[in-house]
């Protein structure tokens, strides 16, 4: 087993992120997948690097939606500094708590997130106000890839899509027999791993031997001597 495990969070980070956890009472451990005894079963996270990615776009939107706020309050201020001042502390609230829920829900999926390998399928796990899994099965892939944007290729992380028959995507998440695995540093170790899985899955039982009931038409070896006692009869 290759379990990948994140070093605890220090002060603020750990008190936000286990407030939501147990109030929602989040998965605390990876989910699991039926293994035969002996075979591997690799357990990881996203690199740590994708929660740095997550953020990113956190603070950008932060301050798009501040600055907007901000514009409009001295705006507001300009034309009625009564009405402006009577509505500056909800402005506040309106620009800071969103702010926190944000945050904390950015460290709560990254926390949830998990991906689970079995010799046979491969599950994901995802999701802040509902948890969702999403499994399948190594013999019915068709396709391996790996993708990297710009912004993901400046934090050094990809996301590998894995897809079988009839796969779908809306908007880069699994949806029907489709698979993200996002925020990873390691892609082409992952694809390299699921591809021997897929060859594994696919090519399992076709070196057995076949028994076979012969046809009626079939040559048996008592046949010469039946047919040489009736030679001899006639």
Request: contains cysteine.
């Amino acid at each position: 087993m290759n379990e990948n495990t994140k070093k605890p969070r220090p002060g603020f980070i750990r008190v936000s992120c286990s407030v939501p956890s147990g109030l929602f009472r989040l998965p605390e451990h990876p989910p699991e997948l039926p293994v035969s005894e002996g075979a591997s079963l690799r357990k990881f996270h996203p690199s740590v690097r994708y929660l740095s990615y997550l953020k990113l776009y956190f603070w950008i939107a932060l301050r798009c939606i501040d600055m907007a706020l901000l514009v409009g309050w001295l705006a507001l201020y300009l034309t009625n500094e009564q009405l402006a001042l009577w509505l500056l502390v909800p402005a506040l609230f309106l620009s800071i708590a969103p702010d926190i829920i944000t945050y904390v829900a950015i460290h709560v999926r990254f926390d949830t997130m998990w991906y689970v390998m079995a010799d046979r399928s491969l599950r994901c796990r995802r999701g802040i106000w509902i948890i969702l899994e999403h499994t399948i099965t190594f013999e019915n892939v068709q396709n391996v890839s790996v993708r990297r944007g710009p912004v993901q290729y400046l934090f050094g992380i990809s996301t590998v899509v894995v897809e079988t028959a009839g796969s779908t995507e809306v908007e880069g998440h699994a949806t029907g027999n489709r698979v993200t695995i996002e925020g990873i540093d390691n892609p082409d170790e992952i694809r390299r791993l699921i591809m021997t899985r897929v060859q594994s899955s696919k090519s399992a039982g076709l070196g057995d031997e076949q028994i076979t009931s012969p046809g009626p038409t079939a040559w048996r070896d008592e046949h010469p001597s039946v047919l040489r006692e009736i030679r001899d009869e006639i």
